[in-house]
Nanobody
Framework: QLQLVQSGGGLVQLGESLRLSCAAS????????VGWFRQGPGKEREAIAG????????YYEDSVKGRFTLSRDNAKNAVYLQMNDLKPEGAGSYYC????????????????WGQGNEVTVSS
């Protein structure tokens, strides 16, 4: 069974960068669609970036386009989310998720979840 372990959250200043990592065991993450989700205080968990299991096509939520970059490293069996120019609305809990479906656009689709990382953006 696929297991996902996240790392890289923390406190950053407004406009700074942070990279989240999602390392897999128990399966080849390259065969899975992977999504990154963010859950702000009092908000629902929403998809902000993802990569398809079929053709590695990337997709991003509009508010993070041009600032966030998802990458996959098959040799390390991991996926990363580089977050640049973080804004106040970027604060929250971040989760990576994996599934055998083609892509993960909603939390309900994902079967496997990382433990979550907290990101705090300070002004």
């Amino acid at each position: 069974q696929l297991q996902l372990v996240q790392s890289g959250g923390g406190l950053v200043q407004l406009g700074e960068s942070l990279r989240l990592s999602c390392a897999a065991s128990g399966g080849n993450l390259g065969n899975y669609a992977v999504g990154w989700f963010r859950q702000g205080p009092g908000k629902e968990r929403e998809a902000i970036a993802g990569i398809s299991s079929i053709d590695d096509k990337l997709y991003y939520e509009d508010s993070v386009k041009g600032r966030f970059t998802l990458s996959r490293d098959n040799a390390k069996n991991a996926v990363y989310l580089q977050m640049n120019d973080l804004k106040p609305e970027g604060a929250g809990s971040y989760y990576c998720a994996g599934d055998h479906s083609a892509c993960i656009l909603t939390p309900q689709v994902a079967k496997y979840w990382g433990q979550g990382n907290e990101v705090t953006v300070s002004s």
